[in-house]
């Protein structure tokens, strides 16, 4: 952040209120935030601390000069987003301006797996759901699409979580 921001318009990001952090994200790789307005405050760059874990800071260091490119722009036009000028800001900073990270290429396996005891359809978590659900599509197949406790979702860490073929819930 220092050595770009000075290499690239001779100021460090520090200089312009940037600060950086780990964050615990498991769906988005980095983040570059600010509050706009008419002065942009609380301008942060985090990094997933999960992602960096599982993928290590070759993939990392490139969501990084990504999101100093965010900066970069946001200090220049006071927003951001993947047009000409962040892309501009992409290329100075050594990130690949063709890479997102919006598809399904890099993700994270989820914590939690939710397995219907009747039709075995599992749906997959990151975060523990915080009220129990049950199997959409049972409910509208034998209860008129209301909720039904006989189709609540059993919640298992993936780890644990049977496969289908074990035929733990058979009917
Ligand atoms: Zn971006
Ligand atoms: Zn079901």
């Given at each position: 952040m220092a050595d770009l921001g000075l290499r690239l318009?001779?100021?460090?990001l520090q200089a312009t209120g940037w600060r950086f952090k780990f964050d615990r994200a498991r769906t988005r790789l980095g983040c570059c935030s600010y509050s706009p307005g008419r002065r942009i405050t609380s301008k942060v760059i985090s990094i997933s601390k999960p992602f960096t874990e599982a993928y290590g800071w070759s993939l990392m260091e490139d969501v990084m000069r990504h999101e100093i490119a965010h900066a970069l722009d946001v200090d220049e036009r006071m927003t951001t987003d993947h047009s000409e000028t962040w892309r501009r800001w992409a290329v100075r900073c050594g990130a690949?301006?063709?890479?997102?990270?919006?598809?399904?290429s890099v993700r994270l396996p989820a914590r939690f797996v939710a397995v219907c005891p009747v039709c075995h359809d599992r749906a997959e978590f990151h975060r523990r759901p915080r009220r129990p659900a049950a199997c959409a599509a049972c409910c509208r197949r034998h209860s008129g699409g209301r909720y039904d406790k006989r189709f609540r979702l059993v919640l298992f860490e993936s780890e644990a979580a049977p496969g289908k073929q074990l035929g733990l819930f058979a009917p």
């Open positions: 318009r001779g100021q460090t690949d301006p063709a890479r997102l990270y919006e598809d399904e």
